[in-house]
């Protein structure tokens, strides 16, 4: 599996006919090119933070203190890591193997917040807080799994938010590339007010492909559609399945 470079996704686009294709990666890119440079990184990111592609999972670990119920982000400070996102994600308790589970905090809130000194068992957000229902009886190492939101990375393995080089690689496998490729040039036509029928043509096109890249990642033998689902409802429902999808 080779990785994907910047500059061979640019070069797709302008086979497109997006754009004047570049003798080389451009120093001083058109305004054509800087179009279709920010549309790249826009379907990264957009696939990347949107449909939680189970191989963009991994896991950190953060200190619970004893009698401290709230956690700010600061406080949790794993990487790539919104408070906003975390009811899909999956939170243990090391060395009891027992997932936290996610309550919204109206619902928390309506049990009444604290139910008083215990091995914590659910969790939710109030405002920028991580809390913790019951308040820690004693000190806990929490296991979070979560989705990166980075969509590349640099010659020196730095992860990126942004692809700026030309030898800058997106995170995703090269099976992606297409998609990539068809839905960047899709936009840069519509930006460049170039003609509607190719804008729908390639976003038609785009479609197609990324239906067949969710559908790849279902089990062998499921002829089902894919849809990305929260960890607490894939816990319940189908443990067995690749971590954060759902088939129906």
């Known amino acids: 599996m080779m990785a994907v470079t910047l500059n061979e ?3 797709g686009v302008a086979r497109e006919g997006a754009l004047q294709a570049p003798s080389s990666f451009p120093s001083n890119p058109t305004p054509e090119q800087t179009q279709a440079l920010a549309n790249i990184n826009a379907t990264l990111t957009h696939l990347i933070t949107s449909h939680r ?15 401290k119920q709230r956690y700010t982000e600061a406080e949790i400070n794993l990487p790539c890591f919104e408070l906003a996102s975390v009811a899909s994600n999956a939170y243990y308790l090391q060395g009891t193997d027992k997932p936290l589970g996610y309550i919204d905090y109206t619902t928390l809130d309506t ?4 139910l008083g000194s215990g091995e914590p068992t659910h969790y939710t957000i109030e405002g920028n807080q991580f809390v913790l229902s019951h308040t820690p009886d004693r000190a806990y190492v929490c296991t979070v799994r979560y989705y990166q939101q ?6 020196n393995n730095t992860k990126l938010t942004e692809l700026t080089q030309a030898t800058d690689t997106m995170v995703l496998p090269d099976r992606w590339k297409r998609y990539v490729i068809l839905q960047a ?13 190719k804008y729908v043509s390639l ?10 890249l969710l559908s790849f990642m279902q089990p062998a033998g499921r002829d089902t559609v894919t849809q990305i ?20």
């Open 9 to 11: 996704l640019l070069m």
């Open 53 to 67: 592609l189970f191989f963009m999972m991994t896991k950190a670990t953060f200190n619970i203190t004893q009698g």
């Open 150 to 155: 980075y969509i590349g990375q640099n010659t």
């Open 229 to 248: 689902v929260p960890h607490y409802q894939e816990r319940e429902r189908h443990s067995n399945w690749p971590f954060g999808t759902i088939y129906q």
């Open 111 to 114: 049990w009444g917040i604290d």
């Open 203 to 212: 976003l038609q096109l785009a479609d197609q492909e990324l239906k067949g």
């Open 185 to 197: 040039s899709a936009l840069t036509y519509r930006s460049m007010n170039a003609g509607d029928a």
